[in-house]
């Protein structure tokens, strides 16, 4: 991810207190992914996001249990034609000493 931020608009300075650790961690990743301490800010904070986008449109446990219990997307026809060709396969095998 390499984002020219010049091209997003006008950037604002400001300043915030971080304790030495952060600092340390701020510095090895802006060495890491060759930017700014500002652009390792920027990132992490576009990255925490889009996570936040993901988990806020991603359905519930209890939603997810009730679309699955309820077919999962899968049609009553096709799930029926699901069933019939794997009976049919599992009639068809032999075991080893039937052969």
């Known amino acids: 991810m390499n984002t020219n931020y010049r091209d997003l608009g006008k950037l604002t300075r400001?300043?915030?207190?971080?304790?030495?650790?952060?600092?340390?961690?701020?510095?090895?990743?802006?060495?890491?992914?060759?930017?700014?301490?500002?652009?390792?800010?920027?990132?992490?904070?576009?990255?925490?996001?889009?996570?936040l986008d993901q988990k806020k449109a991603a359905p519930s446990p209890l939603e997810a249990l009730a679309w699955l219990q309820g077919g999962g997307g899968v049609l009553r026809e096709e799930a029926a034609g699901y069933r019939a060709e794997l009976q049919a396969?599992?009639?068809?095998?032999?075991?080893?000493?039937?052969?």
């Open 14 to 51: 400001t300043s915030m207190a971080l304790d030495g650790l952060t600092i340390q961690l701020l510095e090895e990743l802006s060495k890491y992914w060759d930017t700014s301490k500002a652009g390792v800010i920027r990132r992490a904070v576009q990255e925490a996001k889009e996570r």
């Open 89 to 99: 396969e599992r009639e068809a095998k032999k075991y080893w000493w039937e052969a």
